[in-house]
């Protein structure tokens, strides 16, 4: 006679590999690429063209001794203010299915970046080189890598090697301008390269590791403590 379907079906399914919980909820292993996810990546990309505009503002190339920790607060307060705002508004547009508030993840993103800007306000350039490698950085990685996919990490197989090196090509590049050009003293290319490599090689090593820490804090405080 012949065989029982589920039990054909049994003896073609592939066998599970199982995976850590940290694994399985990786963007790159869980969620797929549609539409609302793009929007996501890109809005979240959005943020690394902060350092280029901030420079243009009133007084900001006035010597921070001069203006002190208030107008650095309105400034860093009023920017994040609007792009938390714009965030809530459009929070169904930007939040994945599973996922209840975005709020979360908009404050882990901001709280390396705001914690640099105001405890080293005579060199913000440090705070917007580590919002360039979360905004760019990762934000690439997630996007390349949930596109091309490719060969997975050996210790994080939720992770691809395309996208690391997304987050180092496209993160290296936009935070080493973004530290130059927002450097309120003159500061070199070279001396610039030279930081923000180090400070986004410690934020991909960090990217790349399973935790169940979300992933945007994992990646600004590592690019701080890199700085």
Request: hydrophobic content about 50%.
């Amino acid at each position: 006679s012949a065989p029982d379907s589920g039990a054909a079906c049994a003896l073609v399914e592939p066998a599970q590999v199982e995976l850590s919980p940290a694994v399985e909820n990786s963007p790159e292993h869980s969620v797929k690429l549609t539409r609302q996810e793009v929007s996501r990546k890109l809005w979240h990309m959005s943020a690394g063209l902060v350092p280029f505009v901030v420079p243009f503002l009133p007084y900001y190339s006035v010597s921070p001794e001069h203006w002190g920790l208030q107008g650095l607060r309105l400034m860093v307060i009023g920017t994040a203010f609007v792009l938390m705002s714009l965030s809530l508004v459009y929070s169904k547009r930007f939040a994945r299915p599973n996922e209840r508030s975005i709020a979360k993840a908009m404050s882990c993103y901001a709280l390396p970046v705001l914690a640099l800007l105001l405890l080293f306000p005579a060199q913000l350039q440090l705070g917007f080189a580590v919002l360039a490698i979360v905004a760019i950085g990762d934000g690439a990685a997630g996007l390349i890598g949930m596109s091309l996919r490719g060969p997975r990490l050996l210790w994080n197989p939720g992770k691809t090697v395309t996208g690391t090196l997304a987050f180092l090509l496209f993160g290296i590049p936009v935070a080493t301008a973004a530290y130059w050009f927002s450097a309120q003293t003159a500061v070199t290319w070279g001396e610039s390269v030279s930081i923000v490599t180090a400070a986004a090689l410690a934020a991909a090593v960090a990217e790349s590791i399973p935790s169940s820490i979300d992933d945007n804090l994992r990646v600004g405080t590592a690019a701080a403590m890199g700085m």
